[in-house]
């Protein structure tokens, strides 16, 4: 009896050691958000053990927690998708990326950590990271505007819904400006989007207006000489994005004969994929017939 406890004893001790080569870390893209902004972390597992791992068979096979340093309770809606079977061989690492503001309400400013649990179906064992740690702000809006999301022709005699674009200005990490673009019901109690537009200078009054098609267009200041045009869809997903150098003329929204929205003024920069391709010398060289 006392053999078989030591056998069990050995393979407990093995199990731990094997998990213990395996190490899961949570990353950020940034150190502060705005309230409900998306929250994209990437998980990366890096295998040591000597043995191939098989995860992501199970609902549960990574889970994660969001606390506030602050004491207030995080409220959580469900648990972020992360299903999706692969196997990581040894000396491999693999990188899980999933969004959590959809699953973690954090609509109030303050301090929290984040922190993702590995388990380890075959071991029956489990590995924790390290707390991640990140700030929600709060911004200043600077201006909104109530809209109609337009709807489609099966749908035409349906009551519209109402929708509100607000734009946001905060300093992340009291160093840089950032405007940002949020959807929301008209009483901002339901928020369906926030979203980082871009970088913008102390004196910016960026110019923003509702086009027909329900879309938010933003024309703004982002350098010295640099403006940036972005146009966004009811869901808040990007439509189109240009950058305007302030050539002779200031860049400006304005409304053209057919009463769509365009920017006038300045240069537009020609994006990489629309760069006039330079043939070789060997591509220009014809062979005499």
Known sequence: MKKI??????LGAWVFTSAAQ?????VVEQQQYLPSESLPVAV???NRSGQTLHLGADPNWLTFSVESEDGFLVIKNGDAPVVGPFD????QMATKYVDLEPWFV???AG???VVATLRIKDWSAEETSQPTFFDVINGVMIWSQEFGVPLSPDAMNRVPEVRKYSLIKANYLKTQLRLYAQVSDPSNARIFKVTNVGPLVSFSQPEAQVDRLGNLQVLYQSGAS???YTVMDPNGEFVRREIFDYVNSRPRLSVDTNGDLTVIGGVR???PTEMPRVKMPSEMFVPAH
């Open 22 to 26: 395996v190490t899961i870390e949570v």
């Open 5 to 10: 406890f030591f056998m069990l004893g050995m």
């Open 111 to 113: 301090r929290y950590h």
């Open 44 to 46: 990366k597992i890096t």
């Open 88 to 91: 990581l061989e040894s000396s």
């Open 106 to 108: 954090l609509n109030k």
């Open 269 to 271: 920069r020609l994006k």
């Open 226 to 228: 640099l403006f940036s």
